[in-house]
Structures are given as C-alpha cells and as structure tokens.
C-alpha cells in the first residue's frame, strides 16, 4: 500500500503563487511515478504534471505549461507542485497520485490517490 497526502492549498490572487506538496508513505516511493490531477466543480478530473521515478522527467498538461512546476525530493519521499502565475480557471481540488506506470497515471488510473486539497484562485 502507498499512502499520499496532500498540503498547501488555499486562497491566492491571479497571477500570485502557491506551492503545494504530496507526502508519499508505505512501500519504496523510488518505485512510482507521482503526479497530479484536479478537479473543478463540475468538471472532469484532468491531468496537472507528472514526475517519473526512473529519471525524474517531468510531464505537464498543456494549459500549465510555463506556469507549473513538478519536483521530487527522494530523501524526504516528497512531490511538490509549484504553481505560478495562477488564474482563475486553476481553481479546483488538486489530488496527488501514483503508480508504477506512467501511462496509468496520466489517464487516471493510478493505482493510489490522495484526499486532495483546495486551491481557490480569486481576488
């Protein structure tokens, strides 16, 4: 089993920044690729931004690309997402998931999932 928690959302202004994080606990996290989805009200669950585990390669969904960056500390079993210049249409629950393939992940059949954590941009 993985566990996953998510942490660091909250209220931000357009165009401000937010820096979310994803504590992976259980079995060897260098084994899986984590990433990140969102949901917005109404909407579908999208893929945000991967991080592989073989050689840390970032992947991202097009509309955060340039804004949004996805790291990994493997010591302390961690994924951070880094969101810059947020806009309103980023309001949604993001979640933090993982799985041993990338291609699982990505459309959203991880096979582990957090609780999520609200990221609300508004001014």
């Known amino acids: 089993q993985v566990q996953l928690v998510e942490s660091g959302g909250g209220l931000v202004q357009p165009g401000g920044s937010l820096r979310l994080l994803c504590e992976v606990s259980?079995?060897?996290?260098?084994?899986?690729?984590v990433g990140w989805f969102r949901q917005a009200p109404g909407k579908e669950r999208e893929f945000v931004a991967s991080i592989a585990w073989r050689d840390g390669r970032p992947y991202y969904a097009d509309s955060v690309i340039g804004r949004f960056a996805v790291s990994r500390d493997n010591r302390k079993n961690t994924v951070s997402l880094q969101m810059d210049s947020v806009r309103p249409e980023d309001t949604a629950v993001y979640y933090c998931?993982?799985?041993?393939?990338?291609?699982?992940?990505?459309?959203?059949?991880?096979?582990?999932w957090g609780q999520g954590t609200q990221v609300t941009v508004s001014s």
């Open positions: 998931c993982a799985d041993g393939l990338q291609s699982y992940l990505q459309t959203g059949r991880a096979a582990y």
């Open positions: 259980g079995r060897t996290f260098l084994n899986y690729n």
